[in-house]
């Protein structure tokens, strides 16, 4: 079987030190959710897959949890709390507290840093008090790091890049993981921590980002009377949530705080769940040939109305203006014939849409109307505007950054994935670059949008094998590309 490549990062990082004599017992998960001010209807399932993917968890779901008791504690192994929204009721409460301090235990997801607080968080990272609950003073015993609006404030820099720097590799939860990850996330800081927190692992809060300049605390682990807390502050999002270093530690400290030791071994599936929520679809027309590619590319167009061909023979012969909004490109061909070329000229003077997806960047480089009016861009074959052929390389690990605000990249400011680099393509100084990345084997401009007058051109160089396919952020800018260029956005 073919393996992604944070699927064999995390075979890698999450195998056991240890070879044990028997098939450990499978471990008790409920996951409280159904209130976050993060989008916890697609977090909450993929948290659930992933911990029932390791082999050592049967996972269910709590979704009102302020019908929690000791009865449903009762066999319970671990509790995960992706949950931020009204406290629990007394019982409730009380029950939370007599299950972990008899030895239960707890993980802690992101947003619940500041559950039970108090406090209400802004769209900025900032706190306000006294228009929630008041704070239910055990959980920050109970958690370790909260949120206060005293000075200094606690807050997080913007969402982005950010390297994860381990400080105890000899923690059954971290033993085996790299000195250091890069992840894209959102990053607290200035969280009060309590006595007794045993930090795993920090990242440094980039001042340019909105940071504090300092190391901030990412994952740590503490003791409430018996029980067993993991605590991390990564997750905002599912893109967030794929991640190689959410998986790894997550898993990993789930699985220390049930059981006190690690065995897990994570496979990720394929495509992560939910699938994207449907809109009203604009009809796409999507060409492929002349250049191999997974099939877990079909999977970016579940939910909208696509149609498949194979060639420019197929996607071009005929005029196709009255049945098709959007003309998405994922081919490699040099050239296609004057019927075919009048018809797709025919098509993008018509107030339509066009996505060009990573090889197609190599169509009709001996067209000059293509590469210059409508890409603003082209990969060199044999070499071209007195350049000489461009270059690729295979399978590395791009940082890849927001360059403008737009439409398109609401909600993927930053993408971390294993992609293919193009480098020494002509790009027309006219685009409009909304995505850059600074890899030396790539020429920097990943996503750009043309100025072409008469329809709306996307560029993404991006999405070269499963690997990008399967990657959230990715399938959001491209099905964002899609709405944006149909004149959805």
Sequence with gaps: MRLSAFT????????????????PAVLQALILSGHNNHDWRTTTPWLREILEQSGRFQVRLLEQPAGLGLRTL??????????????????????LESYLSSGGALAVVHGASWAFSGLEVLGDGHVRTGLIEPPWPAYERMI????????????????????????????????????????VDELFHD?????????????HSDTAAGGTGDDEPVLWTLRYGKGRIFHTVLGHDLAAMCEPAFVSTFVRGCEWAASG??????????????????????RVRVVTGGHGYDTSFYSIFDGLDWQHRRSGEDAFGRDFRDAVDVLVLYDMVPRIGEPERAHLSDFLGSDKGLVVLHHALANYNSWPWWTDEVVGGA??????KGMPPSTYEHDLELVI?????????????????WDEAYKGMWISPDVEVLMRTEHESSDGPVVWINPFSDSRVVVIQLGHDYRAHVHPGFRRLVRRAILWSAGRL
């Design 401 to 417: 950054r927001s360059a403008a605000r737009h439409p398109i990249t609401e909600g993927t400011p930053a993408l971390h994935l």
């Design 191 to 203: 969280l009060r921590m309590s006595d007794g927190v045993h930090v795993l692992a920090v990242a």
């Design 144 to 183: 370790g790091g909260v949120w206060s609006d005293s000075e200094p404030e606690t807050g997080h820099s913007r969402y982005g890049p950010f390297t994860l720097r381990m400080l105890d590799r000899d923690h059954a939860a971290t033993r085996g993981l790299p000195e250091s990850m890069i992840t």
């Design 8 to 23: 064999s990062v995390l075979i890698f990082a999450m195998a056991a030190p240890c070879t044990p004599a028997s098939e």
């Design 379 to 384: 990969y060199w074959l044999e070499g071209g």
């Design 261 to 282: 030791e690690v065995r897990a071994v994570v496979e990720l599936p394929l495509v992560p769940y939910p699938p994207y929520a449907a809109l009203p679809p604009p």
């Design 74 to 95: 009762s066999g319970v192994d671990l509790l995960v709390l992706n949950y931020n929204g009204p406290r629990l009721g007394e019982g409730s409460e009380r029950a």
